[in-house]
């Protein structure tokens, strides 16, 4: 027992203790990018007061987070309120399915940051814009998934459902959607991280209380311990949002 | 009823009468009372965001009924797509942007209105230390270094129409140098124009302070010109709004007006306020940088970064008697003169026109007649620039034509 657990934390621990080295190395000369040392004492000072308010232009931490995570939320929330049904109907549907294919392929691959005037031109506000943008960059593998996951579902299932004359609702809540959860939910993995990804870009742009605003503004007095703290928080909350839907989707799935 | 009585009823309604008066009490029977009481005014993490930041953080405009909520925004374009659709009151904003937006020059076209100036001066040119290294380190000198090294020369401002833009471009045509063919201009933000240069990818840029005294302190660049040097008191950030906003709110404006200028005027009293006035913008709410990139520069006391240092008395300028904050004609007229010249918009505008609608003289005449500030008699004025050619406001066409050096 003692031996997995120590197998299971070893290896992670070594890889974060070889990059802790390479930094070191790498910044021993000195130079404009800061050292583990200065940026640990930074993080420090950073955390010691996390939700501290001086003002709408200078809050903690915390609150930067939070902030972000909140139109995370909404723009997420809304990408999974249409791309989810819209997934369904694309992979139950193949009408359907060519229809919005090649609209999909086309719009799949472009960046955030293009998307965001045509929102700030549309919604006249930063805030609708940014969450617009998220919305927009996420909905993409839910639905994508979501229909993939559709067209799997075993030919079998499909013709229980007929000989037991089974109605379309209960078509789709009985034997679709189960069969389909676990793709479901990598398709939501998937969206959360993109729309985590492009929060930060988009708050770059728009400015207010934000963990990207807060990035930009250390960018502009070149604060690289900041932006670095910034990265690794970043990283962390992603990092835990993936985990609490991997949680999710364990709980949901039916391998074990 | 009795003599004494009559004389004290008297005497009540006459001083009933007087605090009726403007003089008498701050709001003529409610007639100018602000209509809007917060007010979001937008800047930019600059040191001439000074007067706008002061005014709310010295309790200003509360005196004057007003809540001011100074809030920091991303980039020029941010402040300007926010101006345009009413997320922010007003802003700490380039001259020329408020009269690009206003002619709809590459953007969005509304209706604008420049309430008063907010500084003179206080911006520079920086060359890479490389291109000082190989000896250029004025106009003429880099003119010389670009033709006998032939390369794609970068540089950098921060809006198409904005102020820097035209210093940059003024200063490197008064060389020989046409700024839209002989080399690459770029937008990009302060923090990147350090950056770059840092690399080695730039070769000099024009912005406001903090950023000209910091590439000199990480000793990456040398102050090549102070804009002061170009056009002494030129005029640069400006309190810009939306016509409507004017129109909706006067008295709200005018109090807004009144706050920044009695700001304006204490930072230009005396050395210990430009002191107080350099740690309260350095703090993260505002600049965010540390005192002594600020401090130097506000006081006068200028380094090029090649060892020369001097005491510039056209330091960055608030107020200097309420010459600076008067809304001159000449000076909005100036940079369409420039906009001309370098082909951002295509026809002559009429160019006292649109200045009249765009700045408030009248109500900036209210304001500072409130306060006591002197007001020039005259809402054109002359200056010579660096290169000997007069802009006086007269016959803005003929100038903006004249120039040998254009797009």
């Known amino acids: 027992m003692r031996a997995s657990l120590w197998m299971r934390l070893l290896p992670p621990v070594l890889g974060l203790g070889l990059l802790w080295l390479v930094w070191f190395v790498a910044t021993l000369k000195g130079g404009p990018f800061p050292t583990p040392g200065q940026t640990w004492q930074a993080a420090v000072q950073l955390f010691s007061d996390p939700f501290y308010r001086n003002g709408p232009n200078d809050q903690g931490i915390g609150w930067n987070v939070l902030n972000s995570l909140q139109r ?12 989810i049904p819209l997934g369904f109907v694309i992979g139950r549907f193949e009408f359907a399915s060519r229809m919005l294919s090649p609209l999909i392929s086309l719009l799949k691959p472009v960046s955030p940051l293009a998307w965001l005037p045509i929102g700030l031109l549309v919604f006249k506000s930063a805030n609708p814009a940014a969450i617009w943008t998220i919305f927009i960059c996420s909905i993409w593998p839910m639905v994508v998934n979501t229909a993939v996951g559709v067209q799997r579902v075993p030919r079998d299932y499909l013709n229980v459902a007929r000989v037991l004359r089974l109605s379309e609702w209960k078509l789709v809540t009985r034997i679709l959607f189960p069969a389909v959860l676990p793709y479901l939910l990598t398709g939501v993995r998937l969206s959360v991280g993109t729309a ?45 949002l993936e985990a609490a839907l991997m949680a999710l989707a364990r709980r949901f799935s039916f391998d074990d | 009823m009795s003599a004494e009585r009559r004389k004290l009823l ?15 009490g701050a709001y003529a029977a409610g007639s100018d009372k602000p ?60 001259y020329g942007l408020v009269y690009g937006v206003h002619l709809g020059v590459a953007g969005p076209k509304k209706d604008m209105a420049v309430l008063m100036t907010l500084n003179n001066n206080g911006q520079a040119i920086t060359l890479s230390k490389k291109l000082a ?14 033709k006998k090294e032939q390369r794609d020369y970068t540089f950098a401002q921060t809006f198409p129409t904005g102020t820097h833009a035209m210093w940059l471009y003024y200063w490197l045509a008064a060389a020989g140098v046409n700024p839209m063919k002989d080399a690459k201009v770029i937008t990009v933000p302060p923090p990147q124009m350090v950056a770059n240069m840092r690399v080695g990818n730039m070769d000099g840029f024009c912005v406001g302070e903090p950023w000209n005294h910091r590439a000199i302190i990480d000793g990456i660049g040398i102050t090549a010109a102070t804009t002061q040097d170009i056009w002494k008191d030129h005029p640069e950030k400006v309190l810009g709004t939306t016509g409507d906003f004017v129109k909706k709110y006067p008295n ?26 350099a740690e309260t913008i350095a703090d993260k709410a505002y600049v965010n940088t540390s005192v002594d990139a600020i401090n130097q520069r506000i006081l006068g006391r200028y380094q090029n970064g090649l060892g020369r240092t001097w005491d510039d008395p056209n330091y960055m300028k608030f107020f200097n008697d309420g010459q600076v904050n008067f809304p001159w004609l000449s000076d909005g007229m100036w940079f369409l003169t420039q906009h001309k010249r370098w082909g951002l918009i295509k026809e002559h505008p009429d160019y006292l026109g649109v200045a009249r609608q765009v700045n408030q003289i009248e109500l900036y005449k209210q304001a500072a007649a409130a306060l006591g500030v002197s007001v020039p008699k005259e809402t054109m004025r002359s200056a010579k620039f660096f290169d000997g050619v007069v802009w006086d406001g007269k016959e803005p066409a003929k100038y903006a034509d004249a120039f040998k050096v254009r797009a």
């Open chain 2, 252 to 277: 709200t404006a005018r109090a807004v007006i009144m706050a920044v200028l009695e700001a304006g005027r204490w930072i230009d009293a005396s050395l210990s306020n430009k002191q107080k006035m």
């Open chain 2, 10 to 24: 008297a005497t009540g309604a006459a001083l009933g009468g007087l605090s009726a008066l403007p003089g008498g």
């Open chain 2, 35 to 94: 209509e809007k009481e917060e007010v979001r005014i937008g800047f930019i993490p600059l040191t001439d965001c000074a007067s706008v930041v002061m005014a709310a953080a010295l309790g200003f405009d509360r005196k004057h009924g007003i809540k001011i909520v100074p809030t920091k925004e991303a980039s020029w374009a941010g402040v300007r797509d926010k101006l345009v659709n009413g997320e922010l009151d007003l802003a700490h904003v380039l």
């Open chain 1, 72 to 83: 995370v939320g909404l723009g997420f929330g809304l990408a999974a309120l249409v791309g």
């Open chain 1, 196 to 240: 985590w990804l492009v929060i930060v870009a988009a708050e770059m742009l728009t400015g207010g209380v934000g963990i990207g605003f807060w990035v930009w503004d250390e960018w502009n007095n070149l604060n690289v311990r900041h932006i670095l703290i910034a990265i690794f928080v970043i990283g962390l909350v992603g990092l835990l």
């Open chain 2, 133 to 146: 290294e190989a000896g250029a380190v004025d106009a003429a000198s880099l003119t010389r270094a670009m």
